[in-house]
């Protein structure tokens, strides 16, 4: 028995048995109304109620089954479990492959884990990859729950695009956070470690890097001819667009601050560093004469003045301390103290 089979009203009929041999991490079907149905043996795909099955192809006979079936196009059998991959969008016939990378947000630690999300998507179906745990798929499975989930497969992209931006976003927010703490320690004048600056500056430029082509792709889905999206779900992605061109522009602008809070750090510590050196010469400017004269005083020869007399010690301890009351004076006249 065929696993496809395709009637006058574009609605195939997917073989379930098939669909769990694959091991899925996660599989159901969406009811239309926000909530899943367990799959069984009766479930039929369609456009109003479409099957969602997410793979782990860390196991071994999930990329057997990716190799094998004949549910996907074989150009993008690879692309499915390929480990390293950019952000992409690949326009198919009978559906669209993307590839998304996102963040799994850690309160409080940077830099946080990027992960990448792979999903072939067409009007009844759609098959998802991953190997690290993602954070937005645990979102939306949790909305499917709670009845509030996506209906349908273009309401499935959008509300898993916003996911996926969400969590960028709170990384990025924390990312802020941390960036104005800098800038009030750097007011206050409170020096820290670089390597705290290195781990925000980095966060920054791995969100600047894994937004930029996103922000592209959203743009491209909206713009495309696709049967299953319209005109509501194409200004919900270009929105979610705008949102993220939004953040690039203000990373660019953290990175900027950063500059100028490193900046700032180098002009402390130099300014530190200067009036160190500046007071180390002072007192080499005021302890020269001593040190002249105490080493002049103190070679064991005859004929140091005085020397048999019992005033010469507090006389030599009176003169040392006018000399060294001449020198700030002089020091301060010239305005070098």
């Not at 009203?9 to 098939?18: D, K, Q, R, T, Y």
């Not at 369609?46 to 094998?68: C, G, R």
């Amino acid at each position: 028995m065929g696993l496809i089979m395709t009637n006058q009203n574009s609605e195939s009929i997917i073989s379930v048995s098939h669909l769990l041999e694959a091991n899925p991490a996660f599989c159901c079907q969406l009811d239309g109304k926000g909530k899943a149905i367990p799959l069984n043996e009766h479930s039929v795909p369609s456009v109003s109620q479409p099957f969602w099955i997410h793979l782990d192809f860390a196991k071994q006979e999930t990329v057997n089954w990716i190799n094998t079936t004949n549910l996907v196009p074989d150009l993008i059998k690879n692309e499915l479990v390929k480990p390293k991959q950019i952000s992409k969008e690949i326009r198919f016939e009978s559906g669209v492959l993307v590839v998304l990378k996102g963040v799994n947000f850690i309160p409080n630690e940077l830099p946080d884990p990027i992960v990448t999300f792979r999903f072939y998507i067409t009007d009844n179906m759609i098959i998802s990859t991953r190997h690290q745990q993602i954070s937005a798929i645990a979102e939306l499975k949790d909305h499917l729950e709670k009845g509030i989930g996506p209906v349908d497969v273009a309401d499935w992209l959008i509300q898993m695009s916003d996911l996926i931006s969400d969590q960028v976003n709170l990384s990025f927010d924390s990312v802020h956070n941390k960036i104005i703490k800098l800038e009030e320690s750097v007011l206050n004048q409170r020096i820290f470690s670089y390597k705290e600056i290195g781990r925000v500056r980095k966060q920054l430029i791995v969100l600047r890097r894994l937004l930029s082509p996103q922000r592209d792709i959203f743009v491209k889905i909206s713009t495309e001819r696709i049967s299953w999206i319209d005109d509501n779900d194409r200004q919900r992605l270009h929105d979610i667009s705008y949102q993220q061109n939004h953040y690039v522009s203000d990373i660019d602008s953290c990175l900027l601050r950063l500059a100028s809070i490193m900046e700032q750090i180098n002009s402390f510590l130099a300014e530190s560093t200067n009036k160190r050196i500046y007071l180390m010469s002072l007192f080499t400017i005021i302890f020269t004469p001593i040190t002249f004269l105490t080493s002049l005083l103190g070679v064991n020869l005859a004929g140091i003045p005085f020397s048999s007399e019992g005033w010469s010690f507090v006389g030599l301890i009176i003169l040392l301390v006018i000399i060294c009351v001449i020198s700030v004076i002089w020091l301060k006249y010239k305005k070098w103290w």
